[in-house]
């Protein structure tokens, strides 16, 4: 397979700035709006109390299995996957 | 890529799952034939010492099968560990003692604002995966400093680094230890110093003979018991209030009954509307600089802390490294979404109580037992005799004589340790809940020892010390580093320094702002250089450093130096001349210092820079160490070609690892 690590690299990079702004948005952003979500109420959880006690806590666990097969698929793509 | 299987290791991670399956249902049947043996009238303190002294015993005599005469295993567990089995170990090298203890309690009396723990020490993790974790595996280090000296030109990095390492992992190893007396003297009743040094032994006994490769078979172990102690009271809880036993579906109820009670309280007369913190309502501990504030700073700590980054040293391949990051994760949330739920239930537990008019010489049985601990008072006196509650609170006007609200203060290590006995659960939960107290508190404190003395052994000692030193002499090194670093953490937490234990909130402000600003931009900038990297981490560790020491040690000084950027109110800001005016007048002697006492009290709630606390010190240490490090390097000649060349085969994941050990027999030939 041919080895490209120029883009290898900038599918990397880039994969890296997708995870980086969904973790700004499920770290900080979705949580500046706490009052308005608590209005919305899911089986007695106020959706800004549940986002930051459950929410955000499962967006992060399903991003990071997401990020490792994604990550796997650009390096097996590129030719630059371990054996 | 393959990795060798080394004599004696290949049936053993083989079998991993056998193994470990074999552990669980044997640890299953053994809280089971405890539960039984208690039926049949074994007195408690019987079953809380076979718990403790089981659990530690298995530990032990892992931690003796996994020892090891080579480097490699030693340093890295022959990076061999699979994914999952290391997720769990980081799981159990992660959670502190505090976290499975206090963070419940945490939650119960802060509400919403609480959770900010609980974002910030999972988000980092995210962190840890994308930026940092596959490149430091690839690079092929030993320990975290082992990198900074081969991207930034050597010793004075790697100096630094060990500096840094040492400095947030010192203090949090002893409040690991510390933790692991508190546990131990509570529930089985052992003296406070004793119970420090035998954690002490059985902490060595589990990471002395076999290094990282110890550690990590016993923290799988570990792992497992503090879960299924922190999982199973609140399960039986949520099974027997609301039927499902799936509490973190069903504490929303509890939440929406939780709400009604409050205002009911208010009403009634038992809360202070001015004190009660609505449990959903936000931002009534922290405004909302802080409370994003802290999320960040935890954040960017966890992906900093060397003991946490060295876990992901241990895999068979960079593609393992990365599934394990994200196994860790899903390992730690297990815990974390179930500690709201755990709030959720006791706050409810008790402001039913409270709501209903409980009399003060009507409290329940389990205030008194950890009233007797001095962990639950009422009225400001300890929960023991009746007569002085009712005292106590007699001596407040227009007392009601039924408990209130703002009358009981709950420690925040009660809520966990007294569930089971609130819901009226056997002994034998209480036990569990201790085991797993004490798994917690021992897995974090082996993690942070094996990270200190590492860097002691490896990095000053092999690399800068005595490069031309056997392997042999370099492990009677190791492990002697260990046992003075081991002794040196259980002295100091035997003394109960308050200040110390307070500082470990510092480890993850000091962590983000020491390593991750080099870290990061050693692998995604190329163009970061020695200079730049050096004095960025000086920069950032010191204005770190300043803030933290400055604000908590001198907060008279800082508050006159920096008024200017503090939020002090104008009230605040006249009581602070006041208090200046009376210490200056006050007559040498015991009234200076009291006077000066108060004004350094007064001090340390308005010293800031616009009003950030002191656990966010990161907030101003990260953006100057990252700034640092681009002004510095653009200044400066840009790295050499070699250097470069390493950076573009640290991102590459394939290829030979970038340090390669002659002799070690690592993965990755």
């Known amino acids: 397979m041919q080895i490209n690590a120029e883009r290898h690299w900038s599918r990397t990079s880039g994969l890296m700035w997708i995870m980086m702004i969904l973790w700004a948005f499920f770290s900080f952003f979705v949580h500046f709006f706490v009052d308005t979500l608590n209005t919305i109420k899911i089986m007695g959880f106020p959706l800004g109390f549940y986002m930051a006690s459950q929410g955000s806590l499962v967006a992060f666990v399903v991003m990071l299995f997401t990020f490792s097969s994604r990550q796997e698929a650009i390096d097996r793509q590129e030719g630059v996957a371990e054996e | ?138 690079f092929g280090a030993y320990t975290v400093p082992d990198f900074f000296a081969a991207r930034y030109g050597g010793g004075f990095a790697r100096f630094l680094a060990v500096l840094v390492l040492i400095s947030c992992s010192f203090t949090y190893v002893v409040a690991q230890i510390y933790a692991c007396g508190l546990i131990a003297s509570r529930f089985l009743d052992i003296d406070f110093t004793i119970a420090v040094y035998a954690g002490l032994a059985g902490i060595l006994m589990c990471s002395m003979l076999g290094g990282m490769k110890a550690v990590t078979w016993t923290q799988v172990a570990q792992y497992i018991v503090l879960i299924v102690a922190y999982l199973t009271p609140v399960i039986i809880l949520s099974a027997k209030k609301y039927g499902i036993p799936i509490p973190q579906l069903t504490y929303g109820q509890a939440i929406a009954e939780i709400t009604n009670l409050e205002s009911s309280m208010i009403s009634k007369g038992l809360a202070d509307a001015k004190t009660l913190k609505p449990h959903i309502k936000p931002f009534t501990t922290y405004d909302p600089l802080n409370f994003f504030a802290l999320i960040f700073c935890l954040m960017v700590g966890t992906a900093s802390l060397p003991h946490i980054l060295m876990r992901y040293f241990t895999t068979p391949t960079i593609r393992e490294a990365r599934s394990s990051v994200a196994w860790s994760l899903f390992f730690i949330f297990l815990l974390y979404f179930t500690a709201p739920a755990y709030a959720a239930f006791s706050k409810l537990e008790v402001f039913t109580l409270i709501e209903k008019g409980t009399k003060l010489t009507d409290l329940p049985a389990w205030m008194y037992t950890y009233g007797k601990l001095g962990l639950v008072k009422v009225c400001n006196v300890d929960v023991k005799v009746v007569q002085d509650i009712v005292a106590a609170c007699g001596k407040i006007a227009n007392h009601p004589g039924l408990l209130r609200w703002q009358d009981l203060n709950i420690n925040t290590d009660v809520i966990v340790l007294s569930t089971p006995e609130i819901a009226g659960m056997p002994y034998v939960i209480a036990g569990l809940v201790a085991a797993g107290g004490l798994a917690a508190a021992m897995s974090t404190a082996d993690g942070l020892l094996l990270a200190i003395a590492n860097a002691l052994s490896h990095d000053i000692y092999f690399k800068m010390v005595n490069p031309n030193a056997p392997s042999a002499t370099r492990l009677i090194v190791s492990r002697i580093l260990l046992v003075l670093v081991a002794i040196a953490a259980a002295y100091v937490a035997s003394t109960k320094p308050a200040d110390i234990l307070s500082m470990v909130a510092w480890a993850f402000s000091l962590a983000a702002a020491g390593i991750f600003p080099a870290l990061v931009l050693g692998v995604w900038w190329k163009r970061a250089n020695t200079p730049g990297a050096l004095i960025g981490m000086i920069f950032g560790f010191g204005v770190c450093m300043y803030y933290l020491v400055g604000t908590r040690y001198f907060a008279v000084s800082f508050h006159e130096m920096w008024s200017w950027l503090g939020t002090a109110t104008p009230a605040a800001t006249a009581k602070f001349a006041e208090l200046k005016a009376a210490w200056v007048a006050a007559a040498p002697g015991a009234a200076k210092d009291a006077a000066f006492l108060a004004l350094d009290k007064h001090a340390q709630t308005i010293a800031s820079w616009w009003g950030v606390r002191n656990i966010s010190a990161a907030l101003f240490g990260l953006p100057v160490g990252f700034l640092t490090i681009f002004i510095v390097s653009l200044l400066t000649p840009a790295p050499s070609k070699a250097v470069m060349d390493m950076v573009d085969a640290t991102r590459l994941p394939s290829g030979d690892l970038i340090m390669q050990e002659k002799g070690a027999m690592v993965g990755g030939h």
């Open chain 2, 1 to 138: 890529m393959a990795t060798e299987t080394k004599a004696g290791g290949g049936s053993f991670l083989d079998n991993l799952g056998k193994i470990y399956a074999l552990y669980t249902g044997g640890f299953f049947a053994f809280v089971i034939i405890l539960g039984i043996l208690e039926q049949l009238g074994v007195p408690n303190k019987w079953i809380g010492y076979g718990f403790v002294f089981l659990t530690i015993a298995v530990y032990a005599v892992i931690g003796i099968l996994s020892r090891t005469t080579d480097v490699g295993e030693y340093y890295v567990a022959g990076r061999s560990v699979p994914s999952v089995y290391n997720g769990m170990a980081t799981g159990a090298d992660w959670m502190s003692g505090a976290s499975f203890v206090g963070m419940a309690g945490t939650l119960m009396l802060l509400g919403y604002d609480g959770l900010a723990f609980v974002l910030g020490w999972t988000g980092g993790y995210v962190l840890v995966a994308v930026l940092i974790a596959p490149f430091l595996r690839k």
